[in-house]
């Protein structure tokens, strides 16, 4: 598929350039209207930018968000190809059998007789009385898009496509929300006592569901799938097993507003790699970026000196992200600006993201949306004298992940040669934790 640059070469209706394998809905009289051919007609002049009133004026919302996710580099370049399967948008031939297998397994599905969502299940379904990021978890799981291990897998992300729950069973959509054992403890424990014994597709069952429920009935289900995959994703990345009743307890005595509130940062698990503060002249700076939503990203900086005192600190929330890699990405593209604007010359960047520091380090040229963000991190790259860019441990990278949480609270604000309250006595264990380590 294309991957955006200035624009000029996409053909908006034509081409495949929006990177969702769900319906793509578009009010075509507004496109009549504004007269709208290429993908340029949806940059703003100078680029980076996409018009959104624009975008939200021609398309259905998850189309509109869909867009607006896809990274613009600072400066009109080139609009290229690349592979939708591979991190870095480059073909290779295990990820091309995937791609077929998975095509392949998708058709047999369809023909033996799913049933996909009539329109009247897909309005039911954005109607559901639940706040939007439940539907959106469950929407994306009947475009087969939550990004499960089996999902990530096939494209390449990570090496073992099996449930951390269930050792040697591929965690599929269907596995997560339905068949792995805390699934089927939550559902069937839940006000709704749903058992899925046959195995079926999150749309065969969704299609089933939907024809019988009310609003209110759906929203209850959706706020279950969605606490179960928050469990998932705590027990993926956390290594935080959960515990039925706690989820059952999140997921339906709390309004469904208030369970999202509950997802307290994680504590510091083990100590064994900390803050080290960088030598004299050099200032270090942590970014990190947050993923609560579905799909804004709030992102956090702090750049400190090598007394461990800060310099600045600051939050942003990004418009729609596509995944975490990408919001990590866009986090160090806005840190390294900020640390240019800040004037900081030397400056040594950490990140707790492996899988951008390994893109970075691999030096070669992607084609993937996560490149134009890298390729753009390299051009930045002329305002340092002295720059250097590597990993850390998360429990090394507090301050910044805290930070990146609290964008949701505080937005986009820059504080100088001082930092909210809230990341004060992480800061101080930092600099007692570098002391201890040199
Ligand atoms: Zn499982």
Same mark, same amino acid.
């Given at each position: 598929?294309?991957?955006?640059?200035?624009?000029?070469?996409?053909?908006?209706?034509?081409?495949?350039?929006?990177?969702?394998?769900?319906?793509?809905?578009?009010?075509?009289?507004?496109?009549?209207?504004?007269?709208?051919?290429?993908?340029?007609?949806?940059?703003?002049?100078?680029?980076? =930018?996409?018009?959104?009133?624009?975008?939200?004026?021609?398309?259905?919302?998850?189309?509109?968000?869909?867009?607006?996710?896809?990274?613009?580099? /600072?400066?009109? =370049?080139?609009?290229?190809?690349?592979?939708?399967?591979?991190?870095?948008?480059? !073909?290779?031939?295990?990820? $091309?059998?995937?791609?077929?297998?998975?095509?392949?397994?998708?058709?047999?599905?369809?023909?033996?007789?799913?049933?996909?969502?009539?329109?009247?299940?897909?309005?039911?379904?954005?109607?559901?009385?639940?706040?939007?990021?439940?539907?959106?978890?469950?929407?994306?799981?009947?475009?087969?898009?939550?990004?499960?291990?089996?999902?990530?897998?096939?494209? $390449?992300?990570?090496?073992?496509?099996?449930?951390?729950?269930?050792? $040697?069973?591929?965690?599929?959509?269907?596995?997560?929300?339905?068949?792995?054992?805390? @699934?089927?403890?939550?559902?069937?424990?839940?006000?709704?006592?749903?058992?899925?014994?046959?195995?079926?597709?999150?749309?065969?069952?969704?299609?089933?569901?939907?024809?019988?429920?009310?609003?209110?009935?759906? $929203?209850?289900?959706?706020?279950?799938?969605?606490?179960?995959?928050?469990?998932?994703?705590?027990?993926? !990345?956390?290594?935080?097993?959960?515990?039925?009743?706690?989820?059952?307890?999140?997921?339906? @005595?709390?309004?469904?507003?208030?369970?999202?509130?509950?997802?307290?940062?994680?504590?510091?698990?083990?100590?064994?790699?900390?803050?080290?503060? #960088?030598?004299?002249? %050099?200032?270090?700076?942590?970014?990190?970026?947050? /993923?609560?939503?579905?799909?804004?990203?709030?992102?956090?900086?702090?750049? =400190?000196?090598?007394?461990?005192?800060?310099?600045?600190?600051?939050? /942003?929330?990004?418009? #729609?992200?596509?995944? #975490?890699?990408?919001?990590?990405? %866009?986090?160090?593209?806005?840190?390294?600006?900020?640390?240019?604007?800040?004037?900081?010359?030397?400056?040594?960047?950490?990140?707790?993201? %492996?899988?951008?520091?390994?893109?970075?380090?691999?030096?070669?040229?992607?084609?993937?949306?996560?490149?134009?963000?890298?390729?753009?991190?390299?051009?930045?790259?002329?305002?340092?004298?002295?720059?250097?860019?590597?990993?850390?441990?998360?429990?090394?990278?507090?301050?910044?992940?805290?930070?990146?949480?609290?964008?949701?609270?505080?937005?986009?604000?820059?504080?100088?040669?001082?930092?909210?309250?809230?990341?004060?006595?992480?800061?101080?264990?930092?600099?007692?934790?570098? /002391?201890?380590?040199?």
């Amino acid at each position: 598929m294309w991957r955006v640059g200035h624009g000029k070469s996409i053909k908006a209706w034509e081409d495949k350039w929006i990177p969702s394998s769900g319906p793509m809905v578009f009010r075509n009289e507004v496109a009549w209207e504004l007269n709208i051919t290429q993908v340029l007609d949806l940059l703003e002049e100078n680029g980076g =930018r996409w018009k959104r009133n624009m975008v939200e004026l021609l398309c259905w919302p998850p189309t509109a968000t869909t867009i607006l996710s896809i990274p613009l580099p /600072m400066q009109p =370049r080139e609009d290229c190809f690349f592979w939708l399967e591979t991190i870095n948008g480059c !073909y290779s031939v295990k990820t $091309g059998y995937y791609f077929i297998r998975k095509k392949q397994m998708e058709e047999n599905a369809s023909t033996s007789s799913t049933p996909s969502l009539s329109h009247a299940q897909w309005t039911k379904l954005w109607k559901a009385e639940v706040v939007p990021r439940c539907r959106e978890t469950v929407w994306r799981a009947c475009l087969g898009l939550l990004p499960v291990k089996d999902v990530l897998h096939c494209r $390449g992300v990570v090496q073992d496509p099996c449930c951390p729950c269930c050792p $040697g069973v591929p965690e599929t959509i269907h596995h997560a929300l339905f068949f792995c054992p805390i @699934a089927k403890l939550v559902l069937f424990g839940s006000p709704l006592a749903i058992r899925v014994d046959v195995e079926c597709s999150v749309q065969q069952f969704l299609s089933h569901f939907l024809a019988a429920a009310n609003l209110e009935v759906a $929203g209850i289900l959706f706020t279950l799938f969605y606490a179960l995959w928050q469990v998932h994703n705590e027990l993926v !990345y956390n290594g935080r097993e959960a515990i039925v009743a706690q989820v059952l307890q999140r997921a339906v @005595a709390l309004p469904p507003s208030l369970v999202l509130q509950q997802d307290a940062p994680p504590a510091g698990r083990n100590l064994q790699s900390s803050w080290r503060k #960088p030598v004299a002249g %050099l200032f270090k700076v942590n970014f990190d970026a947050s /993923m609560k939503d579905s799909h804004d990203a709030g992102l956090g900086f702090i750049a =400190r000196n090598s007394h461990g005192e800060v310099l600045a600190a600051a939050t /942003m929330v990004t418009g #729609p992200v596509q995944n #975490p890699v990408l919001a990590e990405a %866009l986090a160090f593209r806005w840190a390294l600006g900020l640390a240019a604007e800040l004037g900081l010359q030397r400056v040594w960047f950490e990140s707790d993201f %492996l899988a951008l520091v390994q893109a970075w380090e691999r030096h070669d040229s992607g084609f993937s949306h996560l490149y134009t963000v890298v390729r753009d991190c390299r051009l930045l790259l002329s305002n340092f004298d002295a720059f250097e860019f590597s990993f850390v441990r998360r429990t090394g990278n507090c301050a910044a992940d805290a930070l990146a949480r609290l964008a949701f609270h505080f937005g986009c604000i820059v504080w100088i040669e001082e930092d909210p309250l809230e990341v004060s006595s992480i800061i101080q264990d930092d600099v007692i934790a570098s /002391m201890a380590s040199s």
